[in-house]
C-alpha cells in the first residue's frame, strides 16, 4: 500500500507529514512525502525559521517521484497545508496528471484553510483555489467545521443542515465528506462529533472533548482515515478507527501535559486504540 502525501514538514513538533507519516507506516503504508514547506516548527512559537517552498521545486520534486513510478504504484494521494497560491495550482495539476495515468488513484483532499478561534489562518487566495479545483478533484474530504462552512458557503448548526451542505458540495467533487470537530445543536456538552457523509449515507461519532487543542489534529486525522480507508475498510469503520485513535493520542498527550502531541510514544495506540468509539448510522 503506498500514499503519495503533500504536506508541510517541520523538523520539531508535529504538523503536516511531521504528524501524517508515521501514523501511515504504523498501519503497513509506504509514504513518499513531498514538503509544501520546509520550517523549524510550526506557528506559534517565539520564533520561526524556515520557507513556503518555491511553487517550482515543489512542481519538481513531484515530476521526481511521478519519473520513479509512485503514481503508478500509489493507491492514494493525500494533501494538507499547501503554503501558497501557486502551491495549490501545482498539486492541482499534480493530482489530475496522476488521476489521468493511475484512474484507480483515489485522491483525499485535507483543506487546512482555517478553524473557528482563527478564521482563516492562510493567504486569502488560497481557499477558493481548495474548493474550486482541490475539492473538485477529491473522493474524499476532511475539512474541519469552521472549514466545511466555508466551502459551502453556508452555516451547519444542524445534522440535517451538515447533510444538505455536503450534498450540494458533492455536486462539485469528493464522494465523502468527512467532517471534524463539529458541534452541532444536538451535540451533548463535553462531546465533540465527526461526521461522514456520503450520497446516500451518513454517520456521526462522538467521542469527549480532551482539555487540550494542538496543531496538528486534523493531519493525523486525515492519515489515519486514510490509512483505515486503504486496510479495505469501508466509511463508518474507517470514522471509528480514526476518531478512536486519535481520542487515545489527545489523552495521552493531555497526562503528558506537552504542547506537541505524543504521537511516536502513542504507536501502538494509532493501530489499536483502547477505547473504540462506534458510528451511528444517520438515516435521512
Not at 477529491?138 to 455536503?166: R, V, Y
Not at 489534529?217 to 486496510?231: H, P, Q
Request: glycine letters at 8%; hydrophobic letters at 45%; one cysteine or more.
Amino acid at each position: 500500500m503506498n500514499v503519495i502525501s503533500i504536506q508541510s514538514q517541520v523538523a520539531f513538533g508535529h504538523v503536516g507529514n511531521s504528524a501524517a507519516v508515521f501514523p501511515m507506516q504504523m498501519h503497513g503504508i509506504d509514504v513518499v512525502a513531498v514538503p509544501t514547506t520546509l520550517l523549524s516548527n510550526r506557528p506559534g512559537y517565539p520564533t520561526i525559521r524556515g520557507r513556503v517552498l518555491d511553487a517550482d521545486l515543489v512542481a519538481d520534486l513531484l515530476r521526481g517521484i511521478e519519473e520513479r513510478g509512485a503514481v503508478d504504484g500509489a493507491q492514494m494521494i493525500l494533501s494538507g497545508y499547501l503554503g501558497s497560491a501557486d502551491n495549490a495550482k501545482v498539486v492541482a495539476d499534480f493530482v489530475a496528471r496522476a488521476k489521468a495515468r493511475n484512474p484507480a488513484l483515489r485522491y483525499c483532499c485535507d483543506p487546512v484553510l482555517g478553524d473557528r478561534d482563527r478564521g482563516l489562518f492562510v493567504h486569502a487566495d488560497i481557499p477558493p483555489l481548495v474548493r474550486d479545483h482541490l475539492c473538485a478533484l477529491a473522493d474524499i474530504t476532511t475539512p474541519n467545521h469552521f472549514e466545511f462552512e466555508w466551502l459551502c458557503g453556508t452555516k451547519a448548526a444542524t445534522i440535517d443542515q451538515a447533510i444538505a451542505a455536503a450534498r450540494a458540495l458533492m455536486a462539485h467533487g469528493p464522494s465523502t465528506i468527512v467532517v471534524t470537530s463539529a458541534e452541532l445543536a444536538d451535540t451533548p456538552e463535553g462531546e465533540i462529533e465527526t461526521l461522514a457523509i456520503e450520497r446516500a449515507k451518513a454517520w456521526r461519532v462522538r467521542t469527549p472533548k480532551v482539555p487540550i487543542s494542538p496543531n496538528g489534529t486534523g493531519d493525523l486525522f486525515a492519515a489515519l482515515l486514510v490509512s483505515a480507508r486503504l486496510r479495505g475498510a469501508g466509511t463508518p469503520e474507517a470514522l471509528s478507527h480514526a476518531a478512536s485513535a486519535i481520542f487515545a493520542v489527545l489523552e495521552r498527550t493531555a497526562k503528558s501535559g506537552t504542547e506537541e502531541m505524543r504521537i511516536v510514544e502513542s504507536a501502538e495506540l494509532l493501530t489499536h486504540p483502547p477505547r473504540k468509539f462506534e458510528c451511528i448510522a444517520i438515516i435521512r
